[in-house]
T-cell receptor, first 113, second 115 residues
Framework: EAQVTQNPRYLITVTGKKLTVTCSQN?????MSWYRQDPGLGLRQIYY???????DKGDVPEGYKVSRKEKRNFPLILESPSPNQTSLYFC????????????FGPGTRLTVL | AQTVTQSQPEMSVQEAETVTLSCTYD???????LFWYKQPPSRQMILVIR??????QNATENRFSVNFQKAAKSFSLKISDSQLGDAAMYFC????????????FGTGTLLAVQP
C-alpha cells in the first residue's frame, strides 16, 4: 500500500529539548516536504527536498532542520523547540511535477511546554 | 508571491443539498494547478479534486465539481447531495507548474452537514 508514515503521532515536550519527527515513504518519490498547520493559517511549507542530499527552505524554516540521506526518509529536526512551534506537522511526498498526487502522512501533533 | 484566499471560515449545509465553497488565488504564472483537500476530524489530508490551469473543462469527481474561472482567478468547489461524511475542513491549494512540490494553501473552510 502506498503510504507516508510519520512518527511519533503525538508528542509533548519541553522547551529546548531536541526532538526528531521521522517521515518515510514507500513510493520511491523524489519530492518530499514538511508542512505545519496552525488555526487560521492553513498549511505552510517548512522545508522541502527534491532528491537525496537536495533540500531547501520553504516559507517558515526558522527553528527547523531537515536531512535527506536516503530517498525514502525525510526527518524533521527541532534542535531547540520553543512554544511557538506547537503545531500539527505533516510530511508529504510526490513524484515530479504536474498534477501528481501529493501523499500526506497522518500528521504529528507537537506540544512544546 | 502566490496567495490563496478562502473567505468563508465556516459553512453549513443540510444533508442531500448542495453547497459551494469559495476560493480565489493570485498568481502571475500561466502554468499551475489547483486542488481541493478535505481534512476530516482524523486530520488526514485527502485529495478531493484537482484542476490543471490549461484545461478549460471543469474537473468533476462524483458529487464534487469545480467552477474554474481563470480570468477571475476563482476556483470554487461544489458538493452535491451532501452527506454527513462530507463534514470536514476543506482547503484550497495552488501549485505552480514546473519542478516543484510546494502547495500554497488557503486558510480553510469548516463545513458542517446538518441531518
Amino acid at each position: 500500500e502506498a503510504q507516508v508514515t510519520q512518527n511519533p503521532r503525538y508528542l509533548i515536550t519541553v522547551t529546548g529539548k531536541k526532538l526528531t519527527v521521522t517521515c518515510s515513504q514507500n513510493m520511491n518519490h523524489e519530492y518530499m516536504s514538511w508542512y505545519r498547520q496552525d488555526p487560521g493559517l492553513g498549511l505552510r511549507q517548512i522545508y522541502y527536498s527534491m532528491n537525496v542530499e537536495v533540500t531547501d527552505k520553504g516559507d517558515v524554516p526558522e527553528g527547523y532542520k531537515v536531512s535527506r540521506k536516503e530517498k525514502r526518509n525525510f526527518p524533521l529536526i527541532l534542535e531547540s523547540p520553543s512554544p511557538n512551534q506547537t503545531s500539527l506537522y505533516f510530511c508529504a511526498s510526490t513524484s515530479t511535477g504536474g498534477t501528481d498526487t501529493q501523499y500526506f502522512g497522518p500528521g504529528t501533533r507537537l506540544t512544546v511546554l | 508571491a502566490q496567495t490563496v484566499t478562502q473567505s468563508q471560515p465556516e459553512m453549513s449545509v443540510q444533508e442531500a443539498e448542495t453547497v459551494t465553497l469559495s476560493c480565489t488565488y493570485d498568481t502571475s504564472e500561466s502554468d499551475y494547478y489547483l486542488f481541493w483537500y478535505k481534512q476530516p476530524p482524523s486530520r488526514q489530508m485527502i485529495l478531493v479534486i484537482r484542476q490543471e490551469a490549461y484545461k478549460q473543462q471543469n474537473a468533476t469527481e462524483n458529487r464534487f465539481s469545480v467552477n474554474f474561472q481563470k480570468a477571475a482567478k476563482s476556483f470554487s468547489l461544489k458538493i452535491s447531495d451532501s452527506q454527513l461524511g462530507d463534514a470536514a475542513m476543506y482547503f484550497c491549494a495552488y501549485r505552480r507548474g514546473g519542478a516543484t512540490n510546494k502547495l500554497i494553501f488557503g486558510t480553510g473552510t469548516l463545513l458542517a452537514v446538518q441531518p
